[in-house]
């Protein structure tokens, strides 16, 4: 029976939010840039963006923050208001069916308010041709009647600063990127930046950590703060019904055994997949709807769930033959390669079976 039948988004190393991380996030997003850890990137920019808006007194420009799920896009766009300390608004692509949803809300916007729209590309069409104007000109067109008598009515907005977030910073139409002044590229996170995230939210949630513990966290969670605070909470349960309460690396690498996250952050299904990579059919080439059977999963599940991330961490490549298995993969499960393996088939991008001196 397969574990993720029900939702891959319930697993514990799933990037996007569940319900439990919604009810504690409040309480761990930093409230502003100087507390807000790692991107150092991005913090310095848009540090840049916000001081120099606040030196002139005008709101700043539109500002974009893309990249995937729990990095940081939703807790960056609260502190921008806070920085600016102004009020924040907060809605969602999907929120806005109609043009006139979007009117209503951009016209009771005050002067200097964020806007923040999450989910971004997910906008329908005749919101985001809205949206075009209101960035540039800080009017609206609102369009009253129908057919023949319909007549565009227009109305001024006071200066706002729009701050979108996007996973999909691809799938956004050219005219509204180029409406955002500033974007802000998010990076997945080192293991040393997650650990103190890790340290961080430790000390919020009252949590006795030791350096190795949160470093234990820190490399289990997928370069992603989300999932750190989350395995954390995870260590910290484990901690205290078992433990007295203190985390060591002992305790928080026995707690992720407990919920099959391993050292490297793979959970079970992404083993299940490697496993059979490797035991069933060598190392591959094998396509993917022969590993998903064999894994006992759809082939959407191993390809969006499973494979971005062994992909990512050179485990595992996507080749135009099928799914090869890197050394990295081999030495991951403890397993020796067999010899006759990785004859023709190495992408350049990824190191498949060690360098020729190896072999
Ligand atoms: N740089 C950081 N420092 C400390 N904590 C962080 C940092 N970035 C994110 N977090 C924590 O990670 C959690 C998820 O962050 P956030 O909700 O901002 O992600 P997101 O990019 O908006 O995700 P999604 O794409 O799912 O909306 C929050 O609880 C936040 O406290
Ligand atoms: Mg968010």
New binding site residues.
């Given amino acids: 029976m397969s574990p993720y039948e029900s939702d891959p988004a319930d697993r514990i190393v799933a990037?996007?939010?569940d319900g439990e991380?919604q009810a504690v996030?409040a309480a761990?997003?930093?409230k502003l840039l100087d507390e807000?850890?790692?991107?150092e990137r991005v913090r310095e920019q848009l540090s840049l963006v916000l001081q120099a808006a606040r030196q002139r007194g005008t709101a700043p420009d539109h500002v974009l923050l893309s990249?995937p799920?729990?990095?940081?896009?939703?807790?960056?766009s609260m502190i921008i208001a806070a920085e600016l300390n102004a009020p924040i608004r907060i809605t969602s692509g999907p929120a806005i069916q109609h043009a006139g949803d979007l009117a209503a809300i951009l016209s009771s916007l005050t002067e200097g308010e964020v806007l923040f729209l999450?989910e971004i590309h997910r906008m329908s069409r005749p919101a985001e041709e809205m949206l075009y104007m209101a960035m540039e000109d800080f009017r609206v067109d609102v369009i009253v009647g129908k057919g023949p008598g319909a007549t565009a009515i227009p109305l001024e907005l006071p200066p706002f600063t729009l701050v979108g977030?996007t996973?999909r910073a691809g799938l956004l139409p050219p005219p509204l990127r180029d409406r955002f002044g500033f974007t802000g590229h998010?990076e997945f996170y080192a293991p040393a930046e997650l650990q103190r995230?890790v340290h961080?939210s430790a000390d919020l949630l009252d949590v006795e950590i030791d350096p190795a513990g949160a470093a234990e966290i820190a490399g289990r969670s997928r370069g992603t703060?989300?999932i750190a605070?989350r395995l954390l909470r995870r260590v910290r349960d484990f901690a205290q019904v078992r433990h007295d309460g203190v985390v060591t690396v002992e305790i928080a690498a026995r707690a992720l055994d407990v919920y099959e996250v391993d050292a490297r952050g793979l959970d079970r299904l992404d083993r299940a997949v490697l496993e059979a990579l490797l035991k069933l059919f060598g190392g591959g080439p094998v396509g993917l709807s022969t590993l998903a059977v064999a894994v006992g999963e759809e082939s959407e599940t191993v390809e969006e769930v499973a494979e971005p991330f062994l992909v990512r961490e050179g485990l595992l490549a996507r080749t135009p033959r099928g799914r090869i298995a890197t050394a990295a993969a081999w030495r991951h499960l403890g397993l020796t390669p067999p010899p006759q393996q990785g004859r023709g088939a190495v992408p350049a991008q990824a190191e498949l079976w060690g360098s020729a001196e190896e072999r």
């Avoid at 807000?36 to 991107?39: A, H």
Wanted: hydrophobic fraction near 35%.
């Fill in positions: 990037a996007s939010a991380d996030e761990l997003r930093p807000f850890i790692g991107q990249g799920p729990g990095l940081g896009k939703t807790t960056l999450d977030a996973t998010m995230v961080r703060p989300r605070n």
